[in-house]
């Protein structure tokens, strides 16, 4: 029923900067709220980011609070992840995930139980 397909990830040195990208498609992109995830190697999933449907709400994991940037453009059926400062403690498969618009604040969308949908994820490494 919806599609989600990251891209932009990849090699980056220690400090650069790299942005996913999340391109939706089946049904209506603005009803959903979006999340992103990832897990490292022997690493259980852990919460990164999210976004309400209306876009006004953000919430992000301690870990990558200021460096990350989550956003949205519902015109473009697409959700983006801005990284910056990257450590190689980021290294990781990141997971863009769709979830039910039932809240308008983000931070009920740290819970995996709120997501429908997920992409297959984007392998991004952090050298130092």
């Known amino acids: 029923q919806v599609q989600l397909v990251e891209s932009g990830g990849g090699l980056v040195q220690a400090g650069g900067p790299l942005r996913l990208s999340c391109a939706a498609s089946?049904?209506?992109?603005?009803?959903?709220?979006m999340g992103w995830f990832r897990q490292a190697p022997g690493k259980e999933r852990e919460f990164v980011a999210a976004?309400?449907?209306?876009?006004?709400?953000?919430d992000y994991a301690d870990s990558v609070k200021v460096r990350f940037t989550i956003s949205r453009d519902n015109a473009k059926n697409t959700v983006y992840l801005q990284m910056n400062s990257l450590k190689p403690e980021d290294t990781a498969v990141y997971y863009c995930?769709?979830?039910?618009?039932?809240?308008?604040?983000?931070?009920?969308?740290?819970?995996?139980?709120?997501?429908?949908?997920w992409g297959q994820g984007t392998q991004v490494t952090v050298s130092s």
């Open positions: 976004i309400s449907w209306t876009g006004g709400s953000t």
């Open positions: 089946g049904r209506t992109f603005s009803s959903y709220a």
């Open positions: 995930a769709a979830g039910g618009p039932e809240y308008y604040s983000a931070i009920y969308y740290r819970d995996v139980g709120r997501y429908d949908y």
